[in-house]
């Protein structure tokens, strides 16, 4: 928990995000994931079956405290024709309201994957839109991701494994090409039918590809067969969407305001502040 305490306190101190109670003290769950998240689409659109909370507004997914929960939710769900997927979730923010803690389940993968947890969730603390959740994820995301490249170099570790990035990058590319053809393909006038079976071959197109990029470019490096070679439909292909759509946007919004935190923070505020429409414009004119 050391380490946890020095990556809170260069979040505060480096990273400008909320100064307060939240992740200072420990919280033993006894379990591996705080909420399992269910994710639901439509069998032929990616857009997501939404969830309205008071403080958190309309969100893309469902958090369950139990797995047996989510599991049955996703049962209910799939017998209604929909595409699901539950995935574990190691921390979450109540967005300020409450000192949220350390949770042992934020403890399983390693003092720099703690520290991201730490300025992912703090990020939400920053800056909130109710009902965007594409905005919300892909913003806490760039922080985490800039917040560790400076955490590393504070700590004299120099910047993260560039083989590692490569690969994530590439593969967060795939499949979201893979999201962008689906889409093309759902809004198209193909028959139920036919839709149906160009979806198919896009999931094998897919698997097809990550297997080049793994055994051509990565060595064969496995790390992402699990996920690959499990079940695939719209709604695993959903994070990717939530978590990483506007990641080069606000980067580009870093370099506009030459890396201070402080104004960047300003101008995701001004972004908040927009109507939906417009601060997606704005966003899209920064990819």
């Not at 979450?92 to 403890?107: N, Q, R, V």
């Not at 490569?166 to 006038?189: D, I, K, M, P, W």
Request: overall charge positive.
């Amino acid at each position: 928990l050391r380490h946890a305490a020095e990556a809170r306190a260069f979040a505060s101190g480096q990273l400008k995000l909320p100064d307060n109670r939240s992740y200072r003290l420990y919280a033993d769950l006894k379990r591996p994931y705080v909420v399992w998240n269910v994710f639901a689409t439509p069998e032929l659109s990616l857009q997501p079956v939404t969830h309205c909370f008071p403080i958190a507004g309309c969100v893309a997914y469902r958090g369950y405290y139990r797995q047996g929960a989510a599991r049955g939710a996703a049962a209910l769900m799939r017998e209604q024709g929909l595409d699901v997927y539950v995935s574990g979730v190691e921390a979450y923010s109540t967005l300020g309201w409450f000192d949220d803690p350390i949770l042992s389940s934020m403890l399983g993968w390693g003092d720099e994957r703690l520290a991201t947890l730490i300025f992912h969730e703090l990020a939400h603390q920053r800056v909130y839109v109710q009902d965007d959740t594409a905005f919300n994820e892909s913003f806490a995301t760039f922080v985490e991701q800039q917040g560790t490249q400076q955490w590393r170099a504070a700590r004299g570790l120099g910047a993260s494994d560039p083989a590692q990035l490569q690969q994530r990058e590439q593969f967060t590319r795939l499949v979201l090409a893979t999201r962008e053809r689906l889409q093309t393909l759902y809004s198209g006038t193909l028959t139920a039918a036919q839709k149906r079976q160009a979806k198919h071959a896009e999931f094998e197109r897919l698997r097809h590809r990550y297997q080049q990029l793994r055994d051509s470019q990565w060595h064969g490096d496995r790390r992402y067969d699990a996920w690959m070679y499990g079940p695939l439909n719209n709604a695993k292909l959903l994070p990717f969407g939530l978590y990483d759509q506007w990641v080069p946007a606000f980067a580009a919004l870093f370099r506009e305001v030459d890396g201070d935190w402080t104004l960047f923070y300003q101008r995701v505020e001004q972004l908040a502040r927009l109507p939906a429409r417009q601060r997606m414009a704005a966003l899209q004119k920064r990819l």
